[in-house]
């Protein structure tokens, strides 16, 4: 996977993106087979899958989050399967906030990890297991909605209301993992995060396939906290204009912007610029929370780094009242109804 998009992916499509379409179509081809051919094992609990149509960041973290609290609240045990993007870890692990870095993990399941148990596996279903064991019974998977071989019960996809799809053309022309028909078809609801238009041809795209569109925002924890403030906002994130205008929306007054490849790591160089930045013109340094968690195992300039910068905490809040809920009722029911199905098939195969 790409870790950081060429700009091109997000402008309208021209003779790039056009040109990488035989390319393109190929890789579409064998992402349409995986999703509709790929046999996926069954999973003793209900599987909740956050996923999104594209490469990079459209909110998958702050909703998995909101819908674990939900879990919670509605009498289950929730957990985190991710595969850990970013980690070199290759084997199924339980995160461990004590040991356990971003180089090792990633970023998004650190931040996972502290509200709820949190597992990382290149193979879902043994990543599941894993969570089985540790007494979850209502798994949220981060990601893998195009890939994962283990059945969910329930397909959330997000997408960036102010950033939408880009170009709309699949790897390698552009940031679009799967067919978008093909995609669509496999997910059970849309949920637009955020204001904008650029989401719009997905709404279109959905509502042709009868799924449901859902609202929500991101929004800063203790925005008052930051009204006034002269900063210097640094992210390496997958959309960090996102970052940058929810920091505006507070009412800071952000001198400087610098942004940085996704899941990227900091040197000591970057590091030390931005120190350096920030102290000429004194300024405060803000960053996202998956930044640092990136520099929790940080040394020297980039250890400085962390311990001057403050986190800008966002939360997701669903414009539709006890939407959350019904998100995990829906997926309940339908792990009931998959069950139902399992039973039904060995009954069948054992009368045979």
Not at 210 to 233: I, T, W
Request: with cysteine; proline share 5%; glycine share 8%.
């Amino acid at each position: 996977m790409v870790s950081e998009a060429p700009p091109f992916w997000w402008s309208s499509a021209d003779w790039r993106a056009w040109s990488l379409y035989p390319a393109s179509w190929i890789y579409g081809a064998v992402a349409r087979s995986r999703m509709e051919n790929a046999p996926r094992r069954e999973v003793r609990a209900p599987v909740l899958c956050i996923g999104n149509f594209t490469v990079g960041g459209a909110g998958k973290t702050p909703t998995a989050l909101a819908l674990c609290a939900e879990a919670a609240k509605a009498g289950y045990n929730p957990g985190f399967l991710s595969r850990g993007y970013g980690g070199s870890l290759r084997s199924v692990a339980l995160v461990d906030l004590k040991r356990h870095y971003a180089a090792d993990v990633g970023d998004e399941p650190l931040l996972l990890a502290e509200k709820a148990p949190t597992v990382v596996s290149p193979d879902r279903y043994a990543g599941a297991e894993k969570l089985l064991s540790q007494g979850v019974d209502f798994i949220i998977m981060d990601d893998g909605f195009q890939s994962a071989a283990i059945r969910f019960d329930f397909a959330l996809l997000v997408v960036d209301a102010m950033r939408g799809i880009g170009n709309g053309h699949v790897i390698p022309g552009g940031p679009v993992r799967a067919p978008m028909v093909d995609q669509m078809r496999n997910a059970s609801a849309l949920l637009v995060i955020g204001d904008g238009t650029a989401a719009d041809p997905v709404v279109r795209i959905a509502g042709r396939a009868a799924k449901p569109v859902y609202l929500a925002r991101l929004a800063v924890r203790k925005p008052r906290s930051f009204k006034g403030r002269r900063v210097l906002a640094y992210a390496a994130i997958g959309n960090p204009k996102k970052f940058f205008s929810s920091l505006h929306g507070t009412g800071a007054h952000v001198v400087a912007e610098r942004s940085f490849g996704d899941h990227h790591k900091f040197g000591e160089e970057e590091a030390a610029d931005l120190l350096e930045s920030a102290a000429k013109h004194k300024l405060e340094l803000i960053t996202t929370s998956k930044d640092m968690a990136r520099l929790k195992d940080a040394r020297g300039k980039a250890a400085e780094l962390a311990e001057k910068s403050v986190v800008l905490e966002v939360q997701l809040r669903f414009e539709q009242a006890g939407l959350a809920r019904t998100f995990i009722e829906r997926t309940a029911e339908a792990f009931k109804k998959r069950q139902l199905a399992v039973t039904h098939r060995l009954n069948r195969i054992k009368g045979e």
